[in-house]
């Protein structure tokens, strides 16, 4: 990153930088021991790929179904409530997941820690449009809130390991710790700085959950590209626990320590690749950058298939070209959304977000069974289908970009209106060649 996109950064607001920080610490030690889990459960409790699944996949797919309609409540009763209230969750989900010690324990603790997730995320990306007014200082923001995810994923493993942490359980007590620390931070700053201070004063929707689903609804660029997303993180989440199952039942050689160094190689790539990208595809819009990772993601899932059981050196391979592409993808699916969204339903829109994990949540379930039944090649075939398919959407939404979005309505509910002029099209809204905002993420001289 140049100076100058250094300088925009030392101007974020506290609250950002609260969630900033939060994010890093919170994601380091969770991927201390989450990413075993898989194998923690197999081992301690003989439970099947399938039942694994299903336990992941259920509680995620309640959570994401709560997530969307905490999306709303944020634009209508702020963000303050529901970020405090999703921080606490996470801290009794992982706290309880330190000491379970039963499947039935688990699966609460597992169906809270998605919970909290889905209470928390909406309103602290929506929090960015808030206080952020300037879009390409906004967009930057959201990719380095990324980058230091990532780098807590690629720190905590390392850390755990050094420690002789990883994969233990009660390593889910500093997680719990991390997160009590963000909730006592997010009190004192509301206290000091103010609960809010929205860049569009007086916006916040009043209306009813239904007529922002109604809304919502009208949006049909935003709907096909929800639906992608959602596909794309069913392909993705088959890294995860899927690629784990398939490993720990096939006998690969140095399973843990090869987890370990899948997660090693995932976030230290997208640590090392992510900003020399964004510099590189600057001038590339957001639906082609996101076409370009959906392309790289799709010959990773042929190099899964391909793999044999025992190469370690090749996994590792076809986690570095993943990796790369989620350097693309994800950041820019963000970003994406934020351009999406008016300024009075950012949290509807990141609520709707939530949705995505239908895709990641079903993955284990069904990643289970496909292994189980099939075996993991076939698994890895049918998911760069999907990633075919998921390149088709993303080009069917280009020809819907020069249609209005927001036509006139004569029975427009009161409260949730986007404050949009007719005549803006989804160009202008998804960050199109045609869009106000700028497509490369550097901000401009005078930072937010």
């Given amino acids: 990153m140049d100076r100058q996109w250094w300088q925009s950064l030392y101007g974020l607001p506290p609250l950002i930088w609260i969630v900033l920080v939060g994010s890093f610490f919170g994601r380091g030690t969770y991927f201390m021991v989450w990413p075993f889990l898989a194998v923690m459960l197999h081992q301690k409790f003989a439970l099947s790929p399938a039942e694994i699944g299903a336990l992941l996949s259920v509680s995620a797919m309640c959570a994401a179904i709560l997530g969307f309609y905490t999306g709303a409540l944020s634009d209508r009763f702020g963000r303050k409530l529901l970020l405090l209230c999703g921080t606490f969750i996470n801290v009794i989900a992982f706290a309880f997941l330190a000491f379970a010690d039963s499947v039935m324990a688990f699966a609460v603790a597992i169906t809270l820690s998605a919970v909290g997730r889905s209470v928390w995320e909406p309103p602290a990306m929506a929090m960015f449009g808030d206080l952020i007014p300037d879009t390409k200082a906004r967009e930057l923001a959201m990719q380095f809130r990324y980058f230091l995810i990532n780098v807590g994923s690629a720190l905590g493993p390392i850390i755990g390991v050094w420690i002789g942490l990883s994969g233990q359980q009660t390593t889910f007590g500093i997680t719990a710790f991390s997160y009590l620390s963000l909730f006592v931070a997010f009190i004192v700053a509301f206290r000091v700085y103010g609960s809010e201070k929205p860049s569009s004063h007086g916006a916040t929707s009043s209306g ?188 069917h939404t280009g020809n819907l970009m020069a249609q209005p979005v927001w036509p006139k309505r004569g029975g427009d509910s009161e409260g949730v209106t986007p404050n949009l002029p007719t005549s803006v099209s989804s160009v202008e809204k998804a960050g199109g060649r045609d869009s106000t905002a700028s497509d490369n993420g550097s901000p401009e001289p005078n930072p937010a």
Avoid at 230 to 258: C, E, G, R, W
Avoid at 280 to 308: C, E, S, T, Y
Avoid at 332 to 353: H, K, W
Wanted: net charge positive; proline share 4%.
């Fill in 208 to 395: 009813k959950f239904s007529d922002t689903l109604r809304v919502l609804a009208q949006d049909k660029v935003f709907l096909i590209t929800i639906l992608a997303n959602v596909i794309a993180l069913f392909i993705y989440a088959h890294m995860d626990s899927s690629l784990i199952q398939y490993l720990t039942i096939n006998d690969a050689p140095k399973v843990v320590t090869l987890i370990s160094s899948m997660i090693l190689i995932n976030a230290s790539t997208i640590v090392c690749l992510q900003f020399p990208l964004l510099r590189l595809m600057r001038d590339v819009n957001v639906n082609q950058r996101i076409f370009i990772g959906m392309m790289l993601l799709a010959a990773g899932q042929i190099w899964f298939a391909l793999n044999p059981i025992h190469w370690f050196s090749g996994w590792l391979g076809a986690i570095f070209l993943i990796s790369v592409a989620e350097a693309i993808l994800f950041p820019n699916m963000s970003v994406q959304v934020d351009r999406m969204a008016p300024a009075n339903m950012r949290g509807s829109y990141f609520g709707a977000t939530s949705l995505y994990a239908f895709g990641w949540s079903s993955a284990p379930l069904v990643g289970g069974l496909m292994i189980q039944f099939f075996g993991g090649p076939a698994l890895y075939l049918v998911t760069f289908a999907l990633c075919l398919l998921v390149m088709w959407m993303y080009w």
